[in-house]
């Protein structure tokens, strides 16, 4: 079994966005693509960011995105991978353990793929190794590329969308030179030429007009928070 949850190394960007505190207000701020020779391979299993804000009054809206550079012509066929599982999970008590977990599952492929969502629920296995697909019914299940779910409970939207990450890779690889890809137009020079990023008006996104595939649940918050501590952890795996 293939678990990710954290970047093994630097790709294009810098880290991976975890975690969200309601009461405390913390936020780590990040994103990875492509940052394992794996997942280079293997782009649906590619974890890009996970976020966690609040919404409307009391509700959550926790974000898994994958499977970056989605090109404009292929969106209208981009699916996830029906042999993956994609898991949110919660920590709702100081432990840096799930407490409760989502898990999310894709029967079919292309444009017709629907999507089942299952949690929270407490974990039968706890960690990232050996997790298995609950036998509980969907609380949420249809069409990707489609809004699911009720708006007082989970609702559930799984599909592509606009990937909001902005980074200037040729600016990136100037300051860390031996992160360069070993061909093409970035590949060179080797030694480095700048020390910080351009500025705005200057700085050139290199994600412009890429795109991703987005898990999003929103929910109320009181379904992931425990003994009136509004404090919790969030996290991302994808797991085959």
Do not use: C
């Not at 966690?52 to 898994?64: E, M, N, S, V």
């Not at 060179?188 to 008006?201: M, W, Y």
């Not at 890429?210 to 929103?218: D, G, H, K, M, T």
């Amino acid at each position: 079994m293939i678990t990710l949850s954290r970047p093994a190394r630097v790709g294009l960007a810098v880290a991976l966005g975890i975690g969200a505190l309601l009461g405390a207000r913390h936020v780590a701020v990040a994103s990875d693509h492509q940052d394992t020779a794996d997942v280079e391979l293997n782009p649906k299993q590619d974890m890009t960011d996970f976020y966690a804000f609040p919404t409307t009054a009391g509700r959550i809206a926790l974000i898994l995105n994958s499977q970056p550079f989605i090109a404009p012509s292929a969106v209208a066929t981009a699916s996830f991978d029906k042999n993956l599982l994609y898991q949110i999970k919660v920590d709702n008590t100081g432990d840096a353990i799930e407490d409760k977990v989502f898990q999310i599952t894709f029967t079919g492929t292309g444009a017709t793929q629907q999507v089942e969502v299952r949690g929270p629920f407490a974990p039968s296995v706890k960690g990232a190794m050996q997790n298995v697909v609950s036998t509980d019914e969907p609380v949420v299940k249809g069409n990707i590329n489609a809004i699911l779910g009720s708006s007082t409970g989970v609702q559930v939207y799984a599909g592509v969308r606009d990937d909001p990450f902005f980074i200037d890779l040729e600016q990136f690889f100037r300051i860390l030179p031996d992160r360069r890809p070993g061909t093409g137009p970035l590949s060179t020079p080797s030694n480095a030429t700048a020390s910080a990023f351009r500025p705005v008006g200057q700085a050139v996104d290199a994600v412009l007009g890429a795109n991703l595939a987005s898990i999003v649940i929103e929910l109320p918050t009181t379904m992931l928070t425990a003994g009136g501590n509004a404090k919790i952890g969030l996290w991302g795996t994808i797991s085959r």
